[in-house]
């Protein structure tokens, strides 16, 4: 099926490819048709490519059985096409490409393949990798650095070779391709491949690399349905946590609090330096990144922690939330207590939180009029909220 619009003569093709089952995905629908956010995969994967500036064909490869739904995402998802054609898919994804191609119309001079399971794809990587085909006359593919330790394993699992990750990128899509030499790989070779540019390469053909883009993950694993749920366009994942935490005064030792010392005031016990303000900080970070707590992380059973500062504690947590793909955008703490005054030193304490969170934190202090145990003098509570996005 296909409907075009009058007076738009496109000269770029996407093949947007949705015709898989996504079993990874345990889903009861195929992948392209997986609700993120109440609309399909495929909606999403659509709208990047009706927002690109110049007219193009979309030939959408979906399972047979669903050609009608996929015909109707289209329209309302992407009116702004010039021209669609919905094709049903084959076995392998080099077959359901393949389909795809041969529904190109005449005009076409570049041809994308992009995969629906990249849904989130901006417009931008879209125009790049078109630019580049035009400029180069070769195969492009968008990638990043590989930024993992990447090793080579036998059948056993035994590691047999650390490669230089150096030389090593991932890439995504979509992949762009001269008209004519795509469709001559296609038509002559006859093994299945995993992306379209290896094809290209196995015909003799160049392929290029452009900049690609964090939002054009792929979504394969139940994992990565749950971040592309949080994710949107403009892709900032962020979350909030919250932490608490609680200590009793103990005129035996020095009061620590927010990574400063505090003469002449009673402490507050614990097996660390009892600095519940900071203390608050790590529990809300790791609350935030879905790390658990501070202390499942850092137990009184931990001797690296006994009579510790601040400092160790923030940097761990810090190091945690970094290590979970998160960057910490800002923290708010209030302490309520009697004493010591905060007010008098608040300035300093935000800008040793700060220093050593990496981005602004916001200190408060209030008393709880008499009531509970801080209103007793029996001690302090910290209530500290975190956001962190996804970096």
């Known amino acids: 099926m296909a409907t075009e619009r009058a007076g738009s003569v496109p000269r770029v093709a996407v093949v947007l490819v949705g015709a898989g089952s996504g079993v990874r995905l345990r889903q009861p629908v195929p992948k392209a048709f997986v609700p993120v956010r109440g609309i399909p995969l495929l909606a999403h994967a659509v709208e990047p490519i009706a927002a690109l500036a110049e007219p193009v064909q979309l030939v959408v490869v979906a399972p047979a059985a669903r050609l009608d739904e996929a015909a109707g995402i289209v329209r309302e998802h992407g009116a702004a096409i010039a021209r669609v054609d919905v094709v049903p ?63 080579r394993v036998d059948w056993t699992g035994a590691v047999e070779q650390t490669l230089d990750r150096a030389s090593l990128v991932a890439v995504q899509t979509p992949q762009g391709f001269p008209r004519a030499e795509l469709v001559a790989a296609y038509a002559t070779d006859g093994l299945d491949y995993t992306d379209d540019a290896a094809l290209f390469a196995a015909a003799g053909h160049r392929v290029v690399t452009v900049e690609g883009d964090p939002l054009a993950h792929k979504i394969t694993t139940p994992e990565d349905l749950g971040r592309a749920e ?26 620590w609090l927010g990574g400063l010392y505090w003469p002449d005031e009673p402490g507050l016990s614990g097996h660390s330096d009892g600095d519940a303000l900071s203390h608050a900080v790590c529990d809300a970070l790791l609350s935030a990144a879905g790390l658990g707590d501070l202390g499942s992380r850092f137990g009184t059973s931990d001797p690296r922690f006994a009579g510790a500062h601040a400092d160790v504690f923030i940097a761990e947590t810090v190091a945690l939330v970094d290590g979970a793909g998160f960057e910490i955008v800002n923290v708010a703490v209030q302490v309520i207590a009697n004493r ?38 029996e001690g302090l509570t910290a209530i500290a909220t975190a956001s962190v996005r996804a970096s």
Do not use: C, N
């Not at 392998?92 to 005449?106: D, E």
């Not at 992009?114 to 990638?143: C, L, S």
């Not at 403009?234 to 608490?244: A, C, Q």
């Open 89 to 151: 898919g084959g076995d392998t994804r080099t077959a359901s490409v393949a389909a795809g191609i041969a529904r190109l119309a005449p005009e076409i001079e570049v041809v994308l393949v992009h995969d629906a399971a990249r849904a989130f794809t901006p417009t931008e990587q879209f125009a790049r990798v078109i630019a580049a085909v035009r400029a180069e006359r070769a195969g492009v593919v968008p990638a990043q650095p590989v930024t993992d330790t990447v090793k």
């Open 230 to 255: 949080l994710l949107g366009r403009s892709g900032m994942i962020v979350r909030t946590g919250i932490g608490v935490d609680v200590h009793a005064y103990d005129d035996a030792s020095p009061l």
């Open 340 to 377: 010591p005054k905060v007010a008098a030193r608040r300035l300093e304490l935000e800008a040793r939180l700060t220093e050593l969170v990496g981005a602004p934190v916001s200190v408060s202090a209030t008393t709880s009029d008499g009531l509970g145990f801080a209103g007793r003098g």
